[in-house]
């Protein structure tokens, strides 16, 4: 339906290319609106922090709003192909410390990793919305390529051009996703507040995982509150979508981050489930019960959609009966 939808907007798009213009902020996180199937990708995680690989359907049950749901889907996708977006800020404080540096290494400690059938689409921001660069593609030569010819320049306007990832992201061929973002930083030139942004990416799927290229042992005093706070921001954007946050600006601090992404990523399960249809369309709040090995998880925040099927109480059976 989705894919039928944008078709529909990419015809009335080439018909009044004027209008088109003065439409395009509100075709933000269109994904976010699809009351389709909701696809839940989550990551257990041990005692020690480790991914569990042997989850088993009966150690997970899920909930919406607190109340026991049916899921028709479990699946493991470890080793499994992952479709990579790939976002990168090339705003003019790259350019400083070697930070652009840093985000070419870490994009090319993630193409190292890559496994059979994974794909990658390259884009870049500054000052204005995201700009494809490479469309996906399993050739990561075309995406070290690109990488060489990107110079820093201008603001940073990481809120707009993340608010438009997600549904871009959807045209990688991989069931499992995810968005890396390799980002210094300060949004200074955004359209959308840190709370629009916050608010847009309640209803994603698909995990984001920041890196930002600084010091993870940089002295929080050291830095100025409005560095502190957009760093509580990416913490923010890697919970709500499943994801998680990692610094770093060194070789090696860079490899270990892009190590632990990888772990995370390929020992990914997914669990889903069709919508009702009734009730209202509205943000819904998603949790998961694991078994008691299991001492946390890394899962999507809630969906926008309609009610979820429920698992009726013996007591509602009953009453049935």
Not at 31 to 58: N, Q
Not at 98 to 103: F, I, N, V, Y
Not at 189 to 214: E, F
Not at 291 to 312: D, H, K, N, Q
Request: hydrophobic content about 40%.
């Amino acid at each position: 339906m989705l894919r039928r939808f944008a078709a529909v907007i990419l015809a009335f798009l080439a018909a009044a290319p004027l209008l088109a213009q003065a439409e395009q902020p509100q075709q933000r996180m269109a994904e976010s609106v699809s009351v389709g199937y909701v696809m839940i990708p989550f990551t257990p995680l041990s005692a020690k922090g480790t991914a569990v690989t042997d989850l088993r359907p009966g150690e997970v049950e899920l909930f919406v709003d607190g109340q026991p749901v049916r899921s028709d889907m479990f699946e493991k996708s470890e080793n499994g192909p992952v479709s990579f977006t790939i976002l990168l800020d090339s705003s003019g404080s790259m350019a400083l410390a070697g930070k652009m540096e840093a985000a070419r290494a870490a994009i090319g400690a993630l193409l190292a990793h890559r496994r059979p059938g994974d794909d990658f689409a390259l884009y870049v921001f500054a000052e204005t919305v995201s700009r494809e660069v490479v469309p996906f593609t399993e050739n990561p030569a075309k995406i070290t390529s690109a990488l060489a010819e990107v110079k820093p320049y201008g603001k940073t306007a990481f809120f707009d051009a993340l608010s438009t990832m997600p549904e871009r992201s959807r045209l990688g061929k991989n069931p499992s996703r995810a968005i890396i973002l390799l980002s210094d930083g300060i949004d200074n030139a955004s359209t959308l507040t840190r709370g629009d942004l916050a608010r847009l990416l309640q209803g994603v799927s698909v995990p984001i995982y920041p890196l930002g290229i600084r010091d993870p042992y940089e002295m929080p005093g050291s830095q100025s509150p409005e560095a502190l706070s957009d760093l509580d921001l990416l913490r923010e954007v890697a919970n709500l979508t499943g994801g998680k946050l990692t610094l770093g600006n060194q070789p090696q601090q860079i490899a270990l981050a892009v190590a632990s992404l990888e772990k995370d990523l390929r020992a990914q399960y997914l669990i889903g489930f069709t919508p009702t249809g009734r009730g209202a369309v509205k943000y819904r709040e998603i949790s998961l019960k694991l078994a008691g090995r299991i001492r946390s998880v890394r899962v999507r925040a809630g969906y926008l959609g309609t009610e979820p099927p429920l698992i009726a109480s013996k007591r509602t059976e009953r009453k049935r009966s």
